[in-house]
C-alpha cells in the first residue's frame, strides 16, 4: 500500500467526534463549498460519475483516489495529485476543466492548500446523512430549557478561608470538595482593586484610589470592596471597556472591506453603533432588549427618540463581500445565530448541518427574513435636526460639494452631446446603411460596432425622416450625394460637386436626385445648401470617392462649427443642432442615466468628501446604520448547494426547528425580524442566556464554562460546572436580563477574589484550572495595555464618543483604543501583533500569544517612547523636578506609585538608582542629528516600567 496509501487509510477511520472544532469549522466554510461547486458534477455518487475513477463526495474516495492515485497526501500539498490539478502545472491534468468553469479563483486553491497542510480535516463519511433526529437532539444538554438548579449547602473544610456568601462559591466548592481540593486564598488589596478595576473598566487604578481602598478596606474589608465595585460599575469607563468585548461578537469594523470601483469603502456611522453599545451598557439596558433593537429597532414603537436604530450595525456592519447578497446574508445570519445563541447556523448553507440539528430549510428560512430587509438610501435620523452655526456650516459643504458634484455631471452631458454633434456625418451615414445590415442584428449591436450611441442613432432615423429636415441646407447636400448610386460613385460625385462649385455659394442649386419629380412649372425645386458646408465639399481639393468620405467631411465641418460656434460661417450648422429636438440632444436625465459609471468615476471623489463630512465636521447629524423592511417581504428558495442558479423548494420564513417545539413558530410580520429577535431573547430560548453567561464568564476569568463560546452544538460536551451555568443564566433571566447584576455577583464572589498563585495539589489535580481554585493570571488584552500606558502618563483623554481616530499617525490621538479606526481590510500591524480578533467574522473569543513582536512594540514604538516621557512629566509635575541625586530615590518612588501603584522593594530601588547614575558608554559617538531627541536617563527607567510583564499582566 505505500506510506501514503496507509495514511489515507488510517485517515478513513477518523470520526467527525475525532476531529478539532477549529479544523472542522474550517472544512464546512472554506473546503466543502468548494468540492460542492466545482467537483460534484464529475466525482460524486449523486452524480453518478467517477471520472478517473475519483470520487470527491467522501472522505474515503479523495484519499484513496482514482485511477491516478490518492487525489491527496496530508500534510504535503506540494505531493497532492489534487493541488497539482487545481494549480493547471500540466496540460494533462487540470480541475476543473478550462470547458467546465476554469481554474479556481487563487483564494479557493489556497484553502485547498491550507487544508492539505492542516492534514486533510474531512468528516464526511462517504454516505447520504441521516434524516435528523430532533428527538435526539432535543436531550442535547444546551437544549434543554434552563431550570434554576439548588444551590449547594455550605462546605466547611476548616481551611481558614472565609466562607462564601454567594451562590456561585456555592457551586465552586461544592465541586472542588468533591475532587478533594480546597481554593485559594483570597488576593491580597493591591491586587484584587487592580484586577477589578481593570476587569470592569479596562484601566488601571490611580495611586490615590490604591491608598483610598487600602485604609477604607484595613477598617471594613467587604464592605469597601463592595463600594468600589459599585463605583466601578457606574462609571463611564464600565461601557467603554464592555462595549469592546461585545464589538468582537458583532464583528465591528469601521470599513467594507474589499469593494471594486470608486466606491467609499468606509460606513459613514459606524461610530453610532459603537456608541450605542457603549450607552446600552453603562445604562444598563436589559440584555432581552439590548437583542431586540440590534435585530428590529427599525419595527419597535421608538416615539421621538430615534437612538435605539443605531443598534442597526449589528447585522449591517459587517464585511460587504463585493456587494453579493447572499454573502452578505450569510454573514448576518452567522452573526446572529452564532454571536446570539451559539449555533453554526451557516454551515447549512449548502447541505444539511453535518452535526447540528439545522436543515438547508432552516438556513433559507432565515435568509428569507434578511431578504426581505433593505438598507435605506439614506440613512435615518437619530435625533432632530437642530440649527446651530456647526450645522450650518455642515450644510454650506455639503451644498458646496454637491454643486461641484452637479457640475461635472453638467460638463460630462455637454461633452457627450458636443462628441455627438462631431460624429454627425458617422450618425448620417450609419442611418443610410440601416437598410442594408444584415437580417436579424440587433440596432445596438450595429450602432455598437460603430461606436456610435444607439438612442442618438434612433433619433436620427426620425429626424431624417421628416421631408423639411432632409431639405435644410446643412442636410441636402447630403441627401443629394446619398441619392447617387454606389457604381460610378466618385464620379458622379464629381460631376454634382463641379456643378455646385460653378454656382455661386449663396444662389440656389438644384436637387439633382433622380427620383425627385419636377416642380408644377417643370423644374426641379431649388435648394439652398449651406455655404460653409458647400465650401469644403466643393472644394477643389476635397476627396470625395465614397459616401464614407462625404461622412468624414460632415464631421470635420460639424466639429469646427462646434468649436467656434459664433464664427459667422459655422453659426447656422451650430444652430441646428443646438436645437432641443436635434437628435444628439438626447434628454439630460438620458444622458445622465447612459453616463452613470463615466459620471460616477469623475464625481468618486468628491462624493467621498461628502461621506467624510458626516465624521470630519462637528455639525453633521447623526445617523443609524439601519435596515428597514422592504415592501413586499417574500421567502427564500433554497438554493441548492448554495448556488444561486439551482433553486429549489420555498423555504418559508420560521424560527430554527430544534427551538421551535412541535410546530414551527412562523416569522411573517414584515420581514420576520423582529419576530426573530423575540423568539431569541425570549426567556424560554435554552440558548441565548447561557451563551450571553458563558461569555461573560469567559471574560472576567480568562476561560468560558463551556469551551466553544460560539458553539454549543451538539457535539460541545456539558461544562464541568454545568450547574453553575444553569444557575448564571436562570439568575440572570430572573434579573431582568441585568449584566451589571451579572458582573457584580460575579466580582463579589469569593471565587473571583481568590489568588492566582495555585495550590500544587490542586494545579497538580486540575491543571487547566476547569475547577477555578485559583484566579487565572492574564495579559492585559490590546485596548487595555495601550489605554494603561496614556493613563499613567496622565495623557488618557477621556472624551466619549463620536467619530473613529487613527491610532496610528503621529501626533498620536490620546483617546482610549475603543474609538480607535478600524479597518478590516487593511488592519495595522499593530493589531495583529497584539492579538487583536479578525473583524470579519464574529469572534468567539480572542487568542493569547506571546510573540517577539510584542516586546520590539514596546521598546521601539514612537508611541510607548512618547508616554515614558509622559511618565517622566507627570512625576515631576506632581512630585518634583529636582534632578540632584537626592531626589532620585524620590523620582524612583514616585515612577513605581505611579506605574504599578505600589512603593518599589529595596533591591528595585537600588537597581534603579544604580541605573540612573550609571556613566555614559566611553566612546559612544551620538548621531549628527538624531531623527528623534533621545530619552533622558529617567525616560528611559520610565519605558523600562511599561514594558515589564507587572504592567502588561493581571493576577
Given at each position: 500500500m505505500g506510506i501514503a496509501g496507509s495514511l489515507a487509510f488510517a485517515a478513513t477511520t477518523l470520526t467527525a467526534a475525532d476531529l478539532p472544532a477549529d479544523?472542522?469549522?474550517?472544512?464546512?466554510?472554506?473546503?466543502?463549498p468548494i468540492f460542492v461547486e466545482h467537483c460534484y458534477k464529475c466525482h460524486s455518487a449523486e452524480s453518478g460519475k467517477s471520472k478517473g475513477g475519483l470520487r470527491l463526495d467522501s472522505r474515503y474516495g479523495i484519499r484513496t483516489g482514482g485511477e491516478t492515485g490518492p487525489a491527496i497526501l496530508p500534510g504535503d500539498p506540494e505531493k497532492s495529485l489534487l493541488i497539482e490539478a487545481v494549480r493547471y502545472q500540466s496540460d494533462d491534468l487540470q480541475m476543473p476543466p478550462p470547458d467546465e468553469g476554469g481554474q479556481l479563483p487563487p483564494e479557493k486553491i489556497a484553502a485547498l492548500e491550507?487544508?492539505?497542510?492542516?492534514?486533510?480535516?474531512?468528516?464526511?463519511?462517504?454516505?447520504?446523512?441521516?434524516?435528523?433526529?430532533?428527538?435526539?437532539?432535543?436531550?442535547?444538554?444546551?437544549?434543554?430549557?434552563?431550570?434554576?438548579?439548588?444551590?449547594?449547602?455550605?462546605?466547611?473544610?476548616?481551611?481558614?478561608?472565609?466562607?462564601?456568601?454567594?451562590?456561585?462559591?456555592?457551586?465552586?466548592?461544592?465541586?472542588?470538595?468533591?475532587?478533594?481540593?480546597?481554593?485559594?486564598?483570597?488576593?491580597?488589596?493591591r491586587t484584587l482593586l487592580r484586577r477589578v478595576t481593570y476587569d470592569l473598566t479596562g484601566l488601571p487604578p490611580t495611586p490615590e484610589e490604591?491608598?483610598?481602598?487600602?485604609?477604607?478596606?484595613?477598617?471594613?474589608?467587604?464592605?469597601?470592596?463592595?463600594?468600589?465595585?459599585?463605583?466601578?460599575l457606574a462609571s463611564p469607563r464600565y461601557g467603554e471597556r464592555w462595549a469592546r468585548a461585545w464589538l468582537d461578537v458583532a464583528r465591528y469594523a469601521d470599513t467594507k472591506g474589499y469593494l471594486a470601483g470608486n466606491v467609499e469603502r468606509r460606513y459613514p456611522f459606524s461610530h453610532t453603533y459603537r456608541d450605542y453599545v457603549i450607552r446600552a451598557f453603562n445604562e444598563d439596558r436589559p440584555y432581552d432588549q439590548f437583542i431586540v433593537e440590534q435585530i428590529a429597532a427599525d419595527r419597535l414603537p421608538l416615539g421621538e427618540d430615534k437612538s435605539a436604530l443605531a443598534a442597526l450595525g449589528f447585522l449591517t456592519l459587517g464585511r460587504r463581500f463585493l456587494n453579493n447578497q447572499n454573502d452578505i446574508i450569510?454573514?448576518?445570519?452567522?452573526?446572529?445565530?452564532?454571536?446570539?445563541?451559539?449555533?453554526?447556523?451557516?454551515?447549512?448553507?449548502?447541505?444539511?448541518?453535518?452535526?447540528?440539528?439545522?436543515?438547508?430549510k432552516d438556513y433559507y428560512a432565515l435568509h428569507g427574513v434578511f431578504a426581505s430587509s433593505e438598507e435605506p438610501k439614506e440613512e435615518p435620523l437619530l435625533g432632530p435636526l437642530t440649527p446651530s452655526p456647526a450645522y450650518e456650516q455642515f450644510l454650506k459643504r455639503q451644498a458646496e460639494l454637491e454643486a461641484k458634484i452637479k457640475g461635472r455631471e453638467q460638463d460630462e452631458v455637454t461633452k457627450f452631446r458636443a462628441a455627438a454633434r462631431e460624429k454627425t456625418g458617422d450618425y448620417l451615414l450609419a442611418v443610410h446603411d440601416l437598410v442594408r445590415r444584415p437580417p436579424g442584428e440587433k440596432l445596438e449591436l450595429f450602432a455598437g460596432v460603430r461606436k456610435l450611441n444607439v438612442e442618438v442613432l434612433k433619433r436620427w432615423q426620425e429626424f431624417l425622416a421628416e421631408e423639411t429636415n432632409r431639405n435644410h441646407p446643412a442636410l441636402a447636400p447630403w441627401f443629394a450625394l446619398a441619392?447617387?448610386?454606389?457604381?460610378?460613385?466618385?464620379?458622379?460625385?464629381?460631376?454634382?460637386?463641379?456643378?455646385?462649385?460653378?454656382?455661386?455659394?449663396?444662389?440656389?442649386?438644384?436637387?439633382?436626385?433622380?427620383?425627385?419629380?419636377?416642380?408644377?412649372?417643370?423644374?426641379?425645386?431649388?435648394?439652398?445648401?449651406?455655404?460653409?458646408?458647400?465650401?469644403?465639399?466643393?472644394?477643389?481639393?476635397?476627396?470625395?470617392?465614397?459616401?464614407?468620405?462625404?461622412?468624414?467631411?460632415?464631421?470635420?465641418?460639424?466639429?469646427?462649427?462646434?468649436?467656434?460656434?459664433?464664427?459667422?460661417?459655422?453659426?447656422?450648422?451650430?444652430?441646428?443642432?443646438?436645437?432641443?429636438?436635434a437628435p444628439p440632444n438626447l434628454p439630460y436625465d438620458t444622458v445622465a442615466a447612459l453616463l452613470r459609471r463615466e459620471i460616477g468615476n469623475k464625481t468618486a471623489a468628491l462624493r467621498r468628501e461628502i461621506e467624510a463630512l458626516n465624521?470630519?465636521?462637528?455639525?453633521?447629524?447623526?445617523?443609524?446604520?439601519?435596515?428597514?423592511?422592504?415592501?413586499?417581504?417574500?421567502?427564500?428558495?433554497?438554493?441548492?448547494?448554495?448556488?444561486?442558479?439551482?433553486?429549489?423548494?420555498?423555504?418559508?420564513?420560521?424560527?430554527?426547528?430544534?427551538?421551535?417545539?412541535?410546530?414551527?413558530?412562523?416569522?411573517?410580520?414584515?420581514?420576520?425580524?423582529?419576530?426573530?429577535?423575540?423568539?431569541?431573547?425570549s426567556p424560554q430560548n435554552p440558548l441565548t442566556a447561557r451563551v450571553l453567561v458563558n461569555r461573560v464568564w469567559?471574560?472576567?476569568?480568562?476561560?468560558?464554562?463551556?469551551?466553544?463560546?460560539?458553539?454549543?452544538?451538539?457535539?460541545?460536551?456539558?461544562?464541568?460546572?454545568?450547574?453553575?451555568?444553569?444557575?448564571?443564566?436562570?439568575?440572570?433571566?430572573?434579573?431582568?436580563?441585568?449584566?451589571?447584576?451579572?458582573?457584580?455577583?460575579?466580582?463579589?464572589?469569593?471565587?473571583?477574589?481568590?489568588?492566582?498563585?495555585?495550590?500544587?495539589?490542586?494545579?497538580?489535580?486540575?491543571?487547566?484550572?476547569?475547577?477555578?481554585?485559583?484566579f487565572n493570571r492574564h495579559r492585559l488584552e490590546f485596548e487595555s495595555l495601550r489605554d494603561t500606558l496614556l493613563a499613567v502618563a496622565g495623557a488618557l483623554d477621556l472624551t466619549p464618543g463620536g467619530a473613529p481616530d487613527d491610532l496610528t499617525k503621529e501626533p498620536f490621538t490620546r483617546r482610549r483604543t475603543i474609538y480607535g479606526f478600524i479597518d478590516r481590510q487593511n488592519l495595522p500591524g499593530m493589531f495583529r501583533t497584539f492579538d487583536y480578533p479578525n473583524p470579519d467574522v464574529s469572534s468567539a473569543g480572542r487568542f493569547a500569544t506571546t510573540v517577539p513582536q510584542q516586546a520590539l512594540f514596546m521598546m521601539n514604538s514612537p508611541f510607548v517612547q512618547e508616554q515614558a516621557r509622559e511618565v517622566v512629566r507627570r512625576m515631576e509635575r506632581e512630585g518634583g523636578s529636582v534632578a540632584d541625586a537626592e531626589s532620585d530615590e524620590h523620582a524612583v518612588q514616585r515612577l513605581y506609585r505611579i506605574v504599578y501603584q505600589r512603593d518599589p522593594d529595596t533591591p528595585e530601588l537600588a537597581l534603579a538608582l544604580g541605573f540612573l547614575h550609571r556613566p555614559a558608554i566611553a566612546g559612544a559617538a551620538p548621531a549628527t542629528k538624531p531623527p528623534v531627541q533621545p530619552l533622558t536617563r529617567r525616560e528611559e527607567?520610565?519605558?523600562?516600567?511599561?514594558?515589564?510583564?507587572?504592567?502588561?499582566f493581571v493576577d
Open positions: 479544523q472542522l469549522e474550517f472544512f464546512e466554510a472554506k473546503i466543502r491550507h487544508w492539505i497542510k492542516l492534514g486533510a480535516p474531512d468528516p464526511r463519511d462517504g454516505g447520504k446523512p441521516p434524516a435528523f433526529d430532533f428527538e435526539k437532539a432535543r436531550r442535547h444538554w444546551a437544549f434543554q430549557p434552563v431550570v434554576m438548579p439548588a444551590v449547594p449547602a455550605p462546605v466547611d473544610r476548616n481551611s481558614g478561608i472565609p466562607e462564601f456568601q454567594h451562590p456561585i462559591d456555592a457551586f465552586i466548592r461544592a465541586r472542588l470538595a468533591k475532587e478533594g481540593l480546597a481554593p485559594s486564598p483570597e488576593a491580597d488589596q490604591m491608598d483610598g481602598f487600602r485604609r477604607e478596606a484595613a477598617v471594613d474589608g467587604d464592605a469597601a470592596y463592595a463600594r468600589v465595585v459599585e463605583r466601578l450569510d454573514d448576518r445570519i452567522d452573526v446572529v445565530t452564532r454571536g446570539l445563541m451559539g449555533l453554526t447556523v451557516s454551515c447549512a448553507r449548502c447541505h444539511d448541518h453535518k452535526f447540528d440539528p439545522i436543515p438547508t441619392a447617387l448610386p454606389g457604381d460610378g460613385f466618385a464620379e458622379r460625385a464629381a460631376d454634382l460637386l463641379s456643378e455646385w462649385r460653378a454656382a455661386n455659394p449663396g444662389a440656389a442649386v438644384y436637387d439633382r436626385r433622380e427620383d425627385r419629380g419636377q416642380s408644377a412649372g417643370g423644374h426641379r425645386p431649388p435648394l439652398h445648401f449651406d455655404p460653409a458646408l458647400l465650401a469644403v465639399l466643393a472644394n477643389p481639393q476635397a476627396v470625395v470617392a465614397s459616401l464614407k468620405d462625404v461622412a468624414t467631411i460632415y464631421n470635420r465641418v460639424f466639429t469646427e462649427a462646434e468649436k467656434t460656434p459664433y464664427a459667422a460661417e459655422y453659426e447656422p450648422l451650430y444652430k441646428l443642432l443646438q436645437a432641443d429636438h465624521w470630519t465636521e462637528p455639525g453633521a447629524p447623526l445617523r443609524a446604520m439601519a435596515l428597514l423592511d422592504k415592501p413586499s417581504p417574500a421567502d427564500s428558495r433554497v438554493l441548492i448547494r448554495g448556488n444561486p442558479a439551482n433553486r429549489g423548494d420555498e423555504a418559508p420564513r420560521q424560527f430554527l426547528a430544534i427551538l421551535s417545539g412541535e410546530q414551527p413558530v412562523p416569522l411573517t410580520h414584515g420581514s420576520g425580524r423582529l419576530d426573530l429577535a423575540r423568539q431569541i431573547a469567559g471574560w472576567h476569568f480568562g476561560q468560558p464554562l463551556v469551551a466553544t463560546p460560539s458553539d454549543f452544538g451538539v457535539r460541545t460536551a456539558p461544562p464541568v460546572q454545568r450547574e453553575l451555568l444553569d444557575w448564571l443564566a436562570a439568575s440572570f433571566v430572573e434579573n431582568h436580563w441585568s449584566l451589571k447584576q451579572l458582573h457584580r455577583g460575579i466580582v463579589l464572589s469569593r471565587t473571583y477574589r481568590q489568588s492566582a498563585n495555585a495550590n500544587p495539589a490542586a494545579l497538580a489535580a486540575d491543571p487547566d484550572n476547569q475547577l477555578l481554585h485559583h527607567l520610565a519605558q523600562v516600567l511599561l514594558l515589564s510583564n507587572e504592567l502588561a
